[in-house]
């Protein structure tokens, strides 16, 4: 009887210390339905300490905090207790029946996994009206708005759209992040560089304080109809609660996702009543203007012709009127110059063509009239600005002798009489004279001797050839540069194809950009960030101009994906590109 109760307490004792070596490893919700404008807690639970932790994909929701650890030790009875724990906030990004699958841990050099929990994500509940219920108080005091400046403006004409967040006395706003930047399709965008400044205000009759948190300037490219998306950040505020303290009222920190509401713009299309035939999609109040560097020279002397538009309008969003010069001028392709800013109202500059001309003859040749036509959105009309015609005097040259000889030749069209003399047509010969040829001695002969000496000719070229390449081999910036432009035009090549495909041409532009520098710097995709960039081309010695405008290239890129983009502008960002590859490679070391 006595060696049944030692094996029965044993039996016990083994099994207890089976249970208390078992591993508990748990996911908990803070609820299994939830509206999709509610918040889901999830904790990964664990009774041992473990380590290399891994999160599983939250698909429907959307990360807004953590993951928060924390661990636990408490002593009951002499008995000691520990739990550590991993939280996530989640906001729920669609409605329907979502899995949070498993979690895995390391402990003891084992892997454990949590069970999959299902939770279900209704619509939009109605938030209780209560004070202590941070929700309420949030969503009750803290607003983002998306103010827009015309809401019915015509094609090309400037809109501005201001986010701004309103926040409630009593709510303290640490930081917030953005999730994703604003798109605008169909809109030609620019951000406007703005301060965070805390200002006062009124939302819907209401005393409030607001940030302005992000500007852009918008240039609609299509009528009708267009959408403003949604603006969506991340909020980490500090809510009073109803607790109380011997140090004052007691502050809970939450994180809180909000959007701004979706806003329509109706673009209105251009007026088809008096669009002058020049019209090239001009829209502003601008000046127009054509000059000459000078108003006489000598022939084979330069001169510059310069076509400038200046104002304020879509100046970046239209192509100059061309110069139409006499053919007896030689005239270069014009270079292209923009000073144009953007600020909130729109952009505003200056834009022109300077073209090289050089007069080959004596003479006085006029530059014609030319036009310019623009929509003016304040007026609601049409206006078009016409040049002085310019006289181009060329005082000393050759005389161009194409007139002179077309005119003659009209007056020298006289007939002449045909004469015989009985020799226009014979017989052949049948005795042809033939005399045999006498043939010549090599030796000494002139080949003879050019042969001979003609390899000492050729020893003069060879020296001046070598001095020339030993030149060219030293000269290192020379050498560099033109490596750096071969460079470009390789990676750019593709990129140069897709010209008149804004998608194409900026996918492949941008892929070439980082295929650059991965080339170049010996960096993974994944390393691919704006401050890995600064620095890394920074260490290189690259100059902080020549980084910011390969910064600026792949803004561009991003950018110019969500909105439409010129033939100008395209051609303008690939001359930048090849610019801005040629100089890395020149600085870099």
């Known amino acids: 009887m006595k060696t049944k109760t030692y094996i029965v307490t044993f039996i016990c004792l083994l099994f207890a210390s089976f249970l208390s070596a078992q591993v508990t490893f748990e996911t908990k919700v803070s609820k299994k339905k939830l509206g999709v404008n509610e918040r889901l807690r999830v904790d990964f639970e664990m009774d041992r300490d473990g ?10 929701f959307r990360i807004t905090a953590g993951p928060i650890q924390s661990m636990n030790h408490v002593w009951n009875n002499g008995q000691k207790s520990f739990s550590k724990t991993y939280t996530y906030f989640l906001q729920p990004t669609a409605e329907g029946k979502f899995t949070i699958k498993q979690a895995k841990v390391e402990i003891d050099g084992q892997i454990y996994k949590t069970q999959p929990v299902s939770v279900q994500v209704t619509k939009a509940v109605a938030k209780p009206k209560d004070g202590s219920n941070s929700d309420y108080v949030i969503s009750e005091g803290l607003h983002l708005v998306t103010e827009i400046s015309n809401g019915k403006p015509y094609l090309n004409e400037p809109v501005t759209v201001t986010y701004k967040l309103y926040v409630k006395p009593g709510i303290n706003v640490s930081d917030y992040r953005e999730l994703g930047k604003p798109k605008f399709n169909n809109f030609w965008s620019q951000n406007i560089e703005t301060r965070i400044k805390a200002e006062s205000g009124t939302y819907k009759g209401e005393q ?51 959007s701004s509401t979706r806003r329509t713009v109706n673009v209105q299309a251009l007026p088809e009543a008096g669009k002058p035939a020049d019209f090239g999609g001009a829209v502003g109040d601008f000046e127009f203007v054509v000059t000459t ?20 309008g879509n100046l970046k969003l239209f192509e100059l009127p061309k110069l139409n010069l006499p053919s007896s001028l030689e005239v270069y392709d014009p270079e292209f110059t923009e000073r144009v800013s953007t600020r909130i109202s729109g952009m505003q500059g200056r834009i022109s063509d300077s073209y090289t001309v050089v007069p080959q003859y004596k003479g006085k040749y ?23 015609e310019i006289v181009i005097d060329v005082i000393e040259g050759p005389v161009n002798s194409a007139t002179a000889e077309n005119s003659t030749a009209k007056n020298t069209t006289q007939k002449q009489s045909i004469t015989t003399n009985g020799a226009q047509f014979r017989f052949l010969k049948t005795n042809a004279n033939l005399i045999s040829g006498k043939s010549e001695d090599f030796f000494k002969s002139n080949l003879f001797y050019g042969l001979l000496f003609g390899p000492f000719l050729f020893i003069p070229i060879i020296l001046i050839v070598r001095r020339k390449k030993r030149a ?25 194809k897709r010209l008149g495909e804004k998608e194409a041409f900026y996918e492949v532009l941008e892929r070439a950009l980082h295929n650059y520098l991965r080339a170049k710097l010996s960096i993974e995709t994944s390393e691919f960030s704006k401050e890995k960039i600064n620095q890394l ?12 405008d390969f910064i600026t290239l792949l803004e561009s890129c991003e950018f110019a994906r969500y909105t439409p983009a010129s033939n100008v502008t395209i051609n303008k960002d690939y001359e930048k590109a090849v610019q801005t590859i040629s100089q890395i490679d020149k600085q870099i070391k």
Do not use: C, M
């Open 208 to 258: 409030y304080s607001y940030v302005v948190l992000k500007r852009f300037v918008l240039y609609p490219q299509k009528t009708g109809k267009q959408i403003i998306e949604p603006f969506s950040i991340d909020v980490q505020v500090s809510v009073p609660t109803r607790r109380r303290t011997v140090f004052g009222r007691q502050y809970e920190k939450v994180h809180k996702t909000i």
């Open 293 to 312: 560097s000078k108003s006489s020279l000598n022939a084979t002397e330069s001169l510059q012709a310069k076509v400038e538009v200046a104002g304020k």
């Open 537 to 548: 081309l920074t260490q290189r010695n690259v100059k902080e101009e020549t980084i910011g």
């Open 472 to 496: 060219f081999d030293n000269d290192i910036q020379g050498n560099k540069t033109r490596t750096a432009n071969r460079l470009a035009k390789k990676y750019l090549s593709e990129a140069k």
């Open 51 to 60: 380590d290399n932790f891994t999160a599983p994909k939250f698909n429907g």
């Open 366 to 388: 006029p530059i014609p009239s030319i036009s310019f036509s623009y929509f003016d959105p304040k007026a609601k009309k049409y206006k078009t600005l016409n040049s002085d």
